[in-house]
């Protein structure tokens, strides 16, 4: 069972909207980055006890949070590949117009990124972690880490380079 005082209410309820940021990074939809903080909680104090350093509450339920989504994402692409096999639709994956409309250039670029590197910037450039919370994390070395994080922001560089400017109109010389 896990300690009182690692799992009180105040604690998990100050860190809920970090969880839910970095949740709604991973799935983009209110509804599932809810449900997966809710897993989340559930989770931690369900395995409370199985944490090795009280002190690293926040990177364990990050790590929790994470390996969360990985797991759903592997299962929903499962069940995506036998709707396919036996259904013969193709899934629906486009975004709407609507939310591309309303996205600015950066957000865009950013969900780009596989969700991996999601993951990295999120998590060193917003949340603030250290390369090694990262790396524990996530369950990868810490070269990993940075080397996986220069290629995001690199690729993150590269798609906010290339945003499309807006065609200017052509005229057609009609004869």
């Keep these: 069972m896990p300690a009182a005082h690692d799992l009180d209410d105040a604690t998990l309820r100050a860190l809920i909207p970090r969880l839910r940021r970095f949740a709604r990074s991973l799935v983009h939809e209110p509804a599932a980055a809810d449900d997966l903080v809710q897993g ?3 989770r931690a104090l369900t395995h409370g006890g199985t944490r090795h350093t009280p002190d690293a509450l926040q990177s ?6 994470y390996r ?3 797991d759903e994402h592997r299962r929903g692409q499962r069940w995506r590949r036998l709707a396919q096999l036996f259904g013969g639709g193709e899934a629906d994956t486009a975004p709407s117009a609507e939310r591309v409309a ?3 250039a950066s957000l865009a670029a950013f969900d780009t990124l596989p969700s991996e590197q999601r993951a990295l910037l999120l998590l060193v450039s917003v949340e603030g972690f250290s390369y090694r919370e990262v790396a524990d994390t996530l369950g990868v070395p810490v070269g990993t880490v940075m080397s996986r994080l220069a290629r ?6 590269a798609a906010s380079e290339t945003d499309p400017k807006p065609a200017r109109p052509t005229l057609k010389v009609l004869r």
């Design 60 to 65: 364990w339920l990050f790590s929790i949070l």
């Design 152 to 157: 995001a922001r690199q690729a993150l560089r």
């Design 40 to 42: 989340t909680l559930e």
């Design 68 to 70: 969360q989504f990985v």
């Design 102 to 104: 309303s996205a600015h």
